[in-house]
């Protein structure tokens, strides 16, 4: 894979010395691009856009350099491997479908099935759980995580099912969900750590560059959120008890009223000042 990697500096000089006739295109693997610049050497197109790419290539960053034409080479070796592991997988599961159900009793199962802890008395979210199994081992990744998506909603803080879904949007690389689904997960009490160190599944998430960070969280991702902060209560008015050493025993009662309306007097606490009253 080291062989494949190609030169920001080398990319640069091509651009400047051969951009006209898109050589450095070629070189980076973009050989559509490359016949466009030929193409556009008939107007006089191709040397300012030549010249334009070796400035671009000069200040370019190299980590950006590298994320961008580098690290796809290397997902589509991941990519290009994982799919003739899952074709080869495609066609057992296709043979052990036309074989009788007698013989495929017989043959083991796969060595690898997402991880599966249901609640019996939840119909629904077993149902849902099990069509979604159904369809990942079919390698129909995306109904997959629409009938575990669906299960999320009937149980938020489900291990197996946060777990899954990680799996099957590393396998359709989302990794922005992906990394979402496994943090839910070890918040959710998902504890087998050494798993997700060699699981194929999680490949492409494990290529990504936040993902030793994440690593070094305890598969967490970072919690930038501050809680709200609590509401100041509003002092309550307290009843001006002054007014209730009128020695007229009507007009403390009849304040005591006016208070019990206004709302500085609860009917508990009317009933008690009444009472010292009489």
Request: glycine share 6%; hydrophobic share 35%; proline share 5%.
């Amino acid at each position: 894979m080291g062989r494949d990697r190609k030169s920001k500096v080398l990319t640069a000089l091509l651009a400047f010395f051969f951009g006209a006739f898109g050589i450095h295109r070629f070189y980076l693997g973009q050989r559509g691009n490359g016949v466009i610049y030929i193409l556009l050497l008939f107007v006089g197109i191709s040397p300012i856009l030549g010249f334009i790419d070796f400035l671009v290539f000069l200040f370019m960053d190299t980590q950006k350099f590298d994320r961008r034409y580098n690290m796809d080479s290397e997902v589509r070796d991941f990519s290009r491997d994982s799919y003739q592991r899952y074709v080869r997988r495609k066609q057992e599961f296709r043979r052990q479908k036309a074989t009788p159900l007698r013989e495929r009793r017989a043959q083991p199962r796969p060595r690898h099935r997402p991880t599966e802890r249901i609640k019996p008395s939840n119909t629904r979210l077993r149902a849902l759980i099990q069509t979604g199994k159904s369809h990942y081992d079919d390698y129909d990744f995306f109904e997959a995580i629409a009938q575990w998506e669906k299960a999320l909603e009937l149980s938020p803080g489900h291990v197996a099912v946060h777990y899954n879904l990680a799996c099957a949007y590393s396998l359709t690389e989302q990794a922005d969900k992906s990394f979402f689904h496994l943090d839910q997960a070890v918040r959710s009490g998902f504890k087998d750590f050494a798993k997700l160190k060699d699981q194929d599944a999680l490949a492409f998430l494990r290529i990504q560059d936040d993902f030793d960070a994440f690593q070094a969280n305890g598969f967490r991702l970072a919690d930038n959120e501050t809680p709200p902060p609590k509401p100041v209560e509003k002092p309550k008015e307290e009843a001006p008890r002054s007014l209730l050493q009128n020695p007229n025993l009507l007009e403390q009662l009849k304040e005591l009223g006016e208070l019990r309306d206004r709302g500085l007097l609860t009917q508990e606490e009317f009933l008690a000042e009444k009472k010292k009253l009489l």
